[in-house]
């Protein structure tokens, strides 16, 4: 990893990843229609900080999604952090939502942890095409990236 300090965790700190999911099933519950859902999802890519300029660059740029997005994943089994950003506002909401159920975890963690909150939240059926291509795409990164450390 490069000798760049990583930006400070924004996510709450739930003791697993089933929790994390809970915890965002309860939230989105709480919302009574979509339009109020998509702000949330705003309002949460609001709170990622941004990643030192060196890691926007295209060795960390996250292909597959419309948008511009960038991760790094630093770690080794016992523990992975990711850190990532969008230029967009509701695809940084996405990647809030992936990174507080996985970033902080075990490859084995990682590895074992569905991502089926996403369609218990309904988001999978309000995502355009290019964005659930992208959400796949950060998904498949973060999963790969937890195989490659087991």
């Known amino acids: ?31 009574g229609d ?8 705003i309002d949460l890519g609001r709170k990622l900080p941004d990643l030192p300029a060196e ?20 770690g080794d089994r016992n523990r992975l952090d990711f850190h990532a950003i969008s230029d967009s506002a509701i695809v940084s909401g996405l990647i809030y939502l ?6 902080g975890r075990s490859a084995q963690e990682i590895v074992d942890t569905d991502a089926d909150y996403i369609a218990e939240i309904g988001l999978a059926k309000h995502l355009s095409p290019t964005r659930s291509n992208g959400l796949a795409a950060l998904l498949a990164f973060i999963r790969e990236r937890a195989r490659q450390a087991l």
């Open 1 to 31: 990893m490069n000798a760049i300090a990583a930006p400070t965790s924004p996510f709450p700190t739930e003791a697993s990843p089933r929790e994390a999911q809970e915890a965002i099933r309860e939230e989105f519950a709480f919302f």
């Open 34 to 41: 979509w339009s109020e859902r998509y702000q949330y999802l």
């Open 55 to 74: 890691w926007k660059s295209e060795e960390h740029r996250l292909h597959g999604c419309q948008s511009m997005v960038w991760i790094v994943a630093d």
């Open 98 to 103: 992936a990174l507080r159920v996985y970033s």
